[in-house]
């Protein structure tokens, strides 16, 4: 719930505050980050001389459909950034988010969608270290639910605040994601 937005929204922090090199790379199927096209293209992060439906705006690069193969050549490319819009658990590529330097784990702890959060802990329960690494944030849950989540799961969990404008991100959230990034890399 809310991925897009909130990875939208770093990627407009990395780029606009802190001034670093930043690509949004879309790594589910819906191909939804297309919409924003304004029709500039970047070339292939493979080296080729082929231009790959991709584009900049604001100063961020944004790659959609991006597939497993095309990450090697983006993770040296240059960037300060790769941020991975992977979507819902069940479209994404594990693999390659257990790869990443911080895992953002964002959902709800309303009770129409808690089941997601649940599913994402029974995924992963057995074979992974759920802690160091992942960040767990929570669109929607008032503060009893984000502690009882929380200790039942063992884990610390921090509320996303209102981002009205992905691409217009206000002083006001500043700390929010400067906290956020500083938890992030330990």
Request: net charge neutral; aromatic share 12%; with cysteine.
């Amino acid at each position: 719930m809310g991925v897009t937005h909130f990875t939208l929204a770093l990627c407009s922090y990395c780029t606009s505050r802190l001034r670093k090199r930043t690509a949004y790379l879309e790594l589910h199927p819906r191909n939804e980050i297309s919409q924003l096209n304004g029709g500039n293209s970047l070339p292939s992060p493979d080296g080729s001389d082929t231009m790959r439906p991709c584009f900049t705006l604001h100063g961020t690069d944004y790659y959609s459909c991006v597939n497993g193969r095309e990450i090697p050549s983006l993770l040296n490319s240059g960037y300060d950034y790769l941020i991975l819009d992977m979507g819902c658990l069940n479209e994404a590529d594990c693999s390659e988010f257990l790869r990443c330097d911080c895992k953002f784990v964002l959902g709800s702890l309303a009770p129409w969608k808690l089941q997601y959060y649940r599913k994402f802990f029974l995924h992963f329960n057995h074979t992974v270290n759920l802690g160091e690494g992942f960040c767990y944030l929570v669109q929607t849950g008032n503060q009893g639910d984000i502690s009882g989540f929380s200790k039942e799961h063992h884990i610390s969990m921090q509320s996303v605040p209102f981002i009205n404008n992905p691409f217009r991100i206000k002083k006001e959230l500043f700390l929010f994601f400067d906290e956020l990034l500083t938890v992030c890399r330990g």
